[in-house]
């Protein structure tokens, strides 16, 4: 029942392509304060050996070694080393792509552009390498990544929601206050928490979680993020947030890339994903095949590329709450994972957790959790990724692969003993 299918194939089955991958997320937020990171890095080791990543700031050469040591990450990497946020990896690319198309040649490839968010950058940077693109048009994006769009689309296709608002943001207009202080009362008269949050935001950006208690407050605070929409609704009892993820291929294909568990703060706040644990029967099968009426409606409409819908299961139902229309960070995850085991063997268990430690560099990092790091054999490990700011910040990401959940438990202590955990 729980089958994982290789994201790679669902890219390109083709020997005769080359894979071109920017993992930057600066496309999906036009403001960018300092929490927000290019990412470039994370699809290092999810890459194969003749695929091309390109970076938007510098390689880590030690964080490079380290991965081809145990036979993983790209001979071909370009560095765009870019220091200024100002400016996508896309329109890094499109403003210089000869350091690409010198990799480009030399293999003898054609190239196929895999970002991670599509906009119209996007397809600017794949045609100014003379790729294909492995996304949607910037509109198609938009649409489903769109909260108040998605679940609008959902009643279309008859899928329950979970019951709220769209509400415009309008500041200068003095009704527009307490047109959302009544939508809030309203919800509270029969919920003890309603929840507010942004139609674009991701991994907990714009959102907002209010028992009424200073709601004026909260008011100015979301005018002043720039919201233009905001949804309202009842903040559920939530048991589970399983993340469904599926691909559409240049073709059109629809395959289904699996269901994991999302571990989330403060109610929808995106920690963590664990993949291993059991699913009840009923849940995975109203989940996929719901999913899959959301993704054929997604290629009939055109979109290309990676989707994962974001579900709540609660007393009241399991509703979709959000369409991840881009790559997802656990796809990279999922692609590091199966890079893995085509080395050593089957890896039942894996959890990706948002860790942080002591700035340091990826050498030091390595001493830091030896007994515990990933060697290229033992199963029970933790295998470190997207540690480009580690030096500045300390913060980077792990997964920790694992035979069952007490070794899951057992790696995330010892890793606490070393001085890293979650914030």
């Known amino acids: 029942m729980n089958t994982y299918h290789p994201l790679k194939k669902c890219i390109s089955r083709n020997e005769k392509e080359l894979l071109v991958y920017g993992a930057d997320n600066f496309s999906q937020f036009p403001r960018r304060d300092g929490s927000i990171n290019s990412k470039c890095d994370r699809v290092l080791p999810a890459a194969s050996r003749d695929d091309l990543v390109v970076l938007h700031g510098e390689l880590d050469l030690e964080y490079h070694r380290w991965l081809q040591s145990h036979g993983l990450g790209p001979d071909h990497v370009v560095q765009y080393k870019a220091r200024s946020k100002e400016m996508t990896l896309s329109e890094l690319i499109v403003d210089n792509p000869e350091p690409i198309r010198e990799v480009i040649r030399k293999t003898g490839r054609n190239p196929v552009y895999v970002p991670w968010f599509s906009g119209a950058r996007e397809a600017e940077a794949a045609e100014s390498l003379g790729a294909h693109l492995f ?69 907990g950006m ?10 004026p407050l909260l008011y100015r605070e979301i005018a002043d993020s720039g919201e233009k929409v ?15 993820q599926w691909a559409i291929g240049r073709d059109g294909g629809i395959t289904h890339l699996g269901m994991r568990d999302q571990l989330c703060e403060q109610g929808l706040i995106h920690v963590g994903t664990l993949k291993g644990s059991a699913v009840a029967p009923e849940v995975w099968n109203y989940i996929t095949e719901t999913s899959e009426k959301i ?50 063997a089957p890896i039942p ?4 957790i948002k860790i942080k430690t002591a700035a340091c560099t990826f050498l030091e990092l390595t001493e830091r959790i030896k007994p515990v790091l990933y060697d290229g054999h033992k199963l029970n490990s933790v295998f470190p990724f997207n540690c480009d700011v580690l030096p500045e910040t300390g913060s980077f990401a792990v997964i920790l692969l694992a035979q069952d959940l007490d070794q899951i438990a057992k790696l995330k202590e010892a890793l606490k003993e070393m001085g890293v955990q979650r914030d």
């Not at 993704?295 to 709450?321: C, L, N, Q, T, W």
């Not at 268990?349 to 990706?352: G, I, L, N, S, V």
């Open 230 to 244: 905001v949804i309202i609704e009842p903040f559920l009892k939530v048991s589970s947030s399983p993340n469904d």
């Open 135 to 203: 996304g949607a048009s910037e509109s198609n994006t938009l649409k489903y990544n769109d909260k108040a769009l998605f679940k609008t689309i959902c009643q279309q296709l008859g899928i329950p929601v979970v019951e709220g608002n769209s509400f415009g943001m309008f500041p200068r207009n003095k009704e527009n206050y307490p047109e959302m202080e009544a939508i809030v009362n309203g919800y509270l008269s029969t919920y003890k928490t309603v929840i507010i949050r942004g139609t674009l935001g991701e991994s």
């Open 349 to 352: 268990y894996w959890k990706f």
């Open 295 to 344: 993704a054929h409606h997604m290629a009939k409409s055109g979109y290309r590329g990676v989707a994962g819908i974001d579900y709540i299961v609660a007393e009241e139902g399991i509703f979709p709450i959000e369409n991840n229309a881009r790559f997802n960070g656990s796809s990279y995850v999922g692609m590091i994972v199966d890079n893995i085991e085509k080395l050593t």
């Open 206 to 215: 714009s959102l907002y979680k209010t028992d009424g208690s200073g709601l």
